[in-house]
Nanobody
Framework: QVALVESGGGSVQAGGSLRLSCTAS????????MGWFRQAPGKEREFVAA????????DYDDTVKGRFTISRDNAKNTLYLQMNSLKPEDTAVYYC??????????????????WGQGTQVTVSS
């Protein structure tokens, strides 16, 4: 079992920035594909970004490309999501997730094995 704990959410005005963190309980974190997802009120959860175990692979949804940056520090068992130029439509609960399959690179929610509890991000206009 891997426990994931997100932090860093909050309320900002449009155009502002936030950095989300996700800390894993196990050092096996360093071997996993890690992803960020989000769920807005009344909508299904959607893919935001993913990063491979050694940071060489990254993937972004088109809605956040150029504004969000995913990164990780395996020495600290921590995943990050730097969010810049935030828009009201970025308002959602943000979740980090871990895919434990070797050499994975997926956007599919069902492929991820472990999930955090989520952190709220609210962007006002």
């Amino acid at each position: 079992q891997v426990a994931l704990v997100e932090s860093g959410g909050g309320s900002v005005q449009a155009g502002g920035s936030l950095r989300l963190s996700c800390t894993a309980s196990e050092r096996t974190f360093s071997a996993y594909l890690m992803g960020w997802f989000r769920q807005a009120p009344g909508k299904e959860r959607e893919f935001v970004a993913a990063i491979g175990w050694n940071s060489r692979y990254t993937d972004y949804d088109d809605t956040v490309k150029g504004r969000f940056t995913i990164s990780r520090d395996n020495a600290k068992n921590t995943l990050y999501l730097q969010m810049n130029s935030l828009k009201p439509e970025d308002t959602a609960v943000y979740y980090c997730a871990a895919d434990t399959r070797r050499n994975s690179n997926t956007r599919l929610e069902n492929d991820y094995d472990y999930w955090g509890q989520g952190t709220q991000v609210t962007v006002s206009s």
